[in-house]
Structure formats: structure tokens, C-alpha cells
DNA sequence: AAAGCCATTCAAAGCGATTTCAAATTTTGA
DNA sequence: TCAAAATTTGAAATCGCTTTGAATGGCTTT
């Protein structure tokens, strides 16, 4: 009938014949306690269930004791985010850490909601996505003097701790590769433009041929959202061309789908007539090893980077120099069926 | 230098020369003050870019203003979920009202979940996913006295506010069209045993089956996660049968891309030699229409869903009695060429 | 036996908001 | 003109925790 009341610390103060402070210094570990008081309170908390009020708890220690990650409506909270945030989650839940979960439908938006939370002081930190080349949401994060993990690369003024994959060198490879099996018409079905990491894979894909001397044909490079549906567009207007396109460069596991189905529908056979490598970011319900033909891919999960991200902000949280919190993964390249020699022509 | 300062009532009381009491019940819009005051407030405190101290003030209301969500692990932060997050999101930003997210690894640890959410009061409400026939979590989150809204269905003794689409009548409907078409041997992926909505969907499948006197045979239902390479390999072991199916309900569209893969890859060709039915949850990134073949589905927005559970859970907030807080959405059946007539055998 | 030390414990002052209750001012009514 | 009522403001209590500074009591030490 009545509220719900859950127990406070003076109840269980109360219970146990002592006072607040001691209950509090008993079960936050502090050492001025007696040996036997601190079991007793440890014992009677976990019987009864207390756990301290979060807000209360908040307020006093002026930690929020949560990170913030806004995510721009649709296109950022697809199946790459959902891995990520399950990465972050895991190592977030070991740590006793709330991950605020926003969503917003445009750019203003997404500034205003980081300022509310600063304002507001909901969180400790955030982790920002995607960034672009000069990241704006970086730059108002330095200002509102809110911590926070990169997860990309961005140019600002300031140091700034960053995660990131290395998207260049995977590309690189990954055209090289099909270069070396004779491929010269390779179509990069790259990220949005502005964003860093579709820079990055332009500039290793751009490498790659100028290293042999040939030129990029604009006509071969896509930049778009990875949705299979566009891919798929694109894929077929690309395989319209004459010569058309001998391989792929997809952006993801969904754009390779698109593609794939482009490459069919366009009456060739993946692998032979036509290659692809794709990125995959390495989805629990999506494995390039079980397609049909096997998928060559560079790969790199992006659950482990979302872990990996969450430890990055515990340890500026503690302190950690920006300027020492880098990271830049390597990227694997597996070949599999679907790369196969350039069809003579 | 120093540490993050952000503006208080108190300064902002100091400022305006008013006292907090004012001030805070300008901005709350309490009636008892003085219209000049209030815009003179709201001004400064506009202009100031002041917010009210999330702790404090949940600590002062009680309320938490936020919802919580716990995903468990890598099966449950899916493109399912994120999708849903994405609908709830939505609506979550325009209340003002967080979303918690915490994902565990096991079923006990999700139970520990709740019993902390509940014991330091970090939020409201919670959304309750993919529950089972008699789910346990919901018992719990009753004894917790912790308001909740299900997705899906659940039987345990108390009243629930719920939100569900209709399982059985969109199977059943799907089946009893491939049934019209002449298909005899119809295969069901079916998801995890022992949820609400694939029992559903099993009902409404054996439903349309004895409708016309034809046997359930089980060896063609199949119960597991939406992953396109489970569903590979079930299809794919299906389609070794003699007489094989001649027609596949597919549980989810990544159920169906790996169904699709099973099928070509045993030469067939899916709308003249198998067909199949999908169901469609709605992803942007992924369309029925742009399938090649398209796909035939029974189709309900699962972000739709998630933004009007968020409402849902304002509206048992504001205190509407749960009994009245039930949903069943009707399922949309959208034919198209991947479901064709039954091949002559 | 007095003084000094430890080891423990506690009372009370924050943290930053809301809200109760009282005070000050203005307006109204007779 | 003066009391009463209405309007507007403010001081202080409260929410549930942490943390500072002081108090208690038992043991050494001289």
C-alpha cells in the first residue's frame, strides 16, 4: 500500500546500533573500523539489501557515476552501435557504471543534449562517435569541460583521448591484394563523407593504386550510409559501367550484402567475375566465414573496442593524462571466396 | 583551472537577487509568483545557461527521471534492440527522461540487476523484453514494486501493462497463404524456445495447419536466436529432407539471409522452387522491398513499438491502472515474389 | 596515578535542489 | 482609515548520503 521505502542508511544505522558515519565508513572500506563492526555491517546491508540512494550518493560525492553516449537518430544507432554499446556495457556493468543512453535527430540537437548533461551534471563522461575530420562536438566537450573517449580520430586544438582502428593501413591492404590478383577497376564503397575514418580508407585505398601508378576514377568511389539498400543502388549503377568494376571494396557487412545482391542480379558470380572485400566489424549474427561464398573481409570487432573505450574512460576519469590515452588497432585481413583473380578479359 | 563549477540555484538566486525559493519556483512555474519576476528569471537563467543538479534534484523529488533497460549480452543487443532503443529514445528525449542501460551476461545476474536499480532508486520504470511464458523477471519486478511495461506477453498472477503484436494471427495468416498457394511441407524457424512471442507464432502456425487437417511435423520447426548463420544451417539441414519443404517462415530478416543462402546454395531458387515469408521487424538498413527476390513478410515497426511503450510508461507513471494499459498490434502481411505457388512435384 | 596515544565511534555540516511555513507587502472591503 | 485578505517573497527543513572534526575509552608509558 504505502511507497515504495526502500531502507536508508539510518535505518540501518538504526538496526544496527550505530551511527551513519560508521555504517558509511564500514561499507566504503575505509580502515578506522573495527575489524568485527565492518562484518557485522557488511552481513546485516547484504541481508537486508541495502544499497546507498544513487542520488543521494551523487550529491554528496559530486560523482554521477555514469557516462553519456548520444546517438544521432537512425543512422547512428544501427547494428554497429548496438555492438559497440554492448562492448562499453560489459566492462561498464563490472564496474558499477550507468551508461546514459541518448538519442537526437540532427547535429544541433546533439550539441544541445551535451550541454544539458553537462548543466545538469548527469554524467562523468561521454563517448563520442564517428567524429568528423574537425570534430565541432569534440570541440564544445573541450569547452564545457567534460571528459571524454573518442572513439575515431578527430583535428582539434587541444589533446584529445582517442580509440581507433587502423582504417588506412586496412585499406591499403586490402587493395593491394586485389590488385596483386590482377584487379584494376576497384570500386570503394566508402563511409559518409566528412566522417575521419571514410577519409582514412580513401587515403589507403588512394595509396594503394598510386603506388602502382594508376588513377583513381571518381566514378568507382561511393560515399554513403551502410545500408545494404544502398549499397545496392550503388553497386549496380557502378557494374553498369563499361569496363565495369572487377572488385569491391565494401564498407561493411551490409553493404556487402547490397553489393552482393547487385553482383547477382547483374547475372555474375562473386568471386570469380567479380571480388569483394568487406569490413566487417564482426556481428555475432552476421559471420563472413558462414556466407555463401565465404567473405574476405578486414576485420576488427567493434564490441572490443567499445570495452576497450570504457576502460580508456576509467582511466582519465582517474587521472590518465590525455595526451597518453591513444590507441590505434591493427586491422586483419581474412581471404576468403569472394576475393578471387581479376576474370580476363 | 579549477574544477567544473557549474552554475547553482544559489548563484543564480545571488545574481538575480532573489532568494532560491523564488527563483526555483519561477522556473517550475509555481503560480503564487509575480509574472515580471518570472521572465526576469527565466531570462537569466536561460542566458546563464542554468540546469538544476540532476542529483539534487531527484533526491529532492524522489523521482529519478530515468527508465531503465537491461539487455542481456550479445543475444539481446541485437538490431532488434538497437532499433527499439532507437523508438523509445525518441520519445524518452522529449519527457526529459533518461535511459539506463545496463547489459548483463546471465539471467541471475539480470535478476541482480533489478534488485539494484530497485534498491538505489536510479530510475522510475523499466522496459521488459522478450519475456517468457511465465517470466520470472516480471514476478520480480512486482515484488520490487518497480512500474514496468512489458514488450510482449507474459502470464503471472498480477495485472501488467503490456504492448505485444500479434504473433499468432500473423503466422497463422502467413501459413494459411502458403497453404493456398498448394505448399504442403512449410518450414518454421521459429525463435528461443520458451518466449512469449514464439509460442505465439508456433500456435498460429499449427493453427493454420490442422485448419485443414494437415499434421504439425517437427521436424520442420525449428526454435533458436535470429542469427542468419543458425538459421543457415537449420535451412540447410531442412532442405535435405526428402520430400523437402517447399516453403520457409523466417522468424526475422536475419533468419531469412540465411535461409536465402541456404537455398541457393542447394541450387535452388527461392519464390518458384521454395518460398518464404519473413517477418519484418523494420530495419532501415535492411528492406524487404530492395531483396532481390523482394520478400514476401508480416511486417510490425519494432521502433514504433519501443516509442509507444515510452509513452506507455508515462502514461502507468502518471498512475493509470495497469489493467488498462494493454496493447495488440495487428501485423501487417505484405506479399511479394519471394512466396510463390508450390512447386508440381 | 597522570599523561599521552591509539583505535573506534559519533554529531553535525555539507552536497543542491524542493517544499513547508511564516513574513512582508500590496490590495481590497467596510 | 484601518482591518482583512490576497499576493509575493524568503528562511529553514528536508531528501539520503559522505566527510570533517571532536569525543570516547582503553592501553601504554613515565
Redesign the pocket.
Known amino acids: 500500500m504505502g511507497r515504495n521505502?526502500?531502507?536508508?542508511?539510518?535505518?540501518?544505522?538504526e538496526h544496527l546500533?550505530?551511527?551513519?558515519?560508521?555504517?558509511?565508513?564500514?561499507?566504503?572500506g575505509?580502515p578506522?573500523?573495527?575489524?568485527?563492526?565492518?562484518r557485522r555491517v557488511a552481513e546485516a546491508a547484504n541481508l537486508l539489501g541495502?544499497?546507498?540512494?544513487a542520488?543521494?550518493?551523487r550529491?554528496?560525492?559530486?560523482r554521477a557515476g555514469a557516462v553519456g553516449l548520444v546517438l544521432r537518430g537512425a543512422d547512428e544507432l544501427g547494428p554497429h552501435m548496438s555492438e559497440f554499446l554492448s562492448g562499453v556495457g560489459s566492462y561498464m556493468a563490472s564496474q558499477e557504471i550507468d551508461m546514459l543512453v541518448s538519442t537526437v535527430a540532427s547535429h544541433q540537437e546533439e550539441l544541445a543534449a551535451y550541454r544539458r548533461l553537462a548543466a545538469s551534471q548527469k554524467v562523468d563522461a561521454v563517448i563520442l562517435h564517428s567524429p568528423t575530420i574537425s570534430d565541432e562536438r569534440a570541440e564544445l566537450l573541450m569547452d564545457l569541460k567534460i571528459p571524454f573517449v573518442l572513439h575515431g580520430r578527430t583535428n582539434i586544438g587541444h589533446p584529445v583521448a582517442w580509440l581507433d582502428i587502423d582504417n588506412t593501413s586496412a585499406l591499403e591492404r586490402a587493395t593491394s591484394h586485389l590488385l596483386d590478383l590482377g584487379h584494376r577497376r576497384i570500386a570503394l564503397l566508402n563511409g559518409v563523407k566528412g566522417r575521419t575514418f571514410a577519409q582514412h580508407r580513401e587515403i589507403g585505398y588512394r595509396a594503394a593504386l598510386t603506388a602502382r601508378g594508376l588513377p583513381v576514377d571518381p566514378a568507382l568511389v561511393g560515399n554513403s550510409a551502410f545500408t545494404d539498400e544502398i549499397a545496392f543502388r550503388m553497386a549496380q549503377a557502378m557494374l553498369e559501367q563499361r569496363p565495369r568494376p572487377t572488385a569491391f571494396l565494401a564498407g561493411s557487412m551490409m553493404t556487402a550484402l547490397g553489393v552482393f545482391r547487385a553482383i547477382r542480379q547483374a547475372g555474375l558470380q562473386l568471386g570469380s567475375d567479380v571480388s569483394m572485400i568487406a569490413h566487417d566489424d564482426v556481428f555475432p549474427y552476421l559471420n563472413a566465414d558462414n556466407m555463401y561464398p565465404t567473405m574476405s573481409t578486414t576485420r576488427s570487432s567493434i564490441r572490443q573496442a567499445g570495452t576497450r573505450i570504457a576502460e580508456l574512460i576509467m582511466q582519465i576519469l582517474a587521472g590518465k593524462p590525455l595526451a597518453e590515452v591513444h590507441e590505434l588497432w591493427p586491422v586483419e585481413l581474412v581471404l576468403r571466396e569472394s576475393s578471387g583473380p581479376a576474370p580476363k578479359s
Open positions: 521505502a526502500a531502507m536508508r542508511l539510518k535505518d540501518l544505522a546500533g550505530l551511527s551513519q558515519t560508521t555504517v558509511s565508513r564500514a561499507l566504503n575505509y578506522e573500523v573495527n575489524e568485527a563492526t565492518r541495502y544499497r546507498p540512494n542520488s543521494a550518493l550529491l554528496a560525492t559530486g
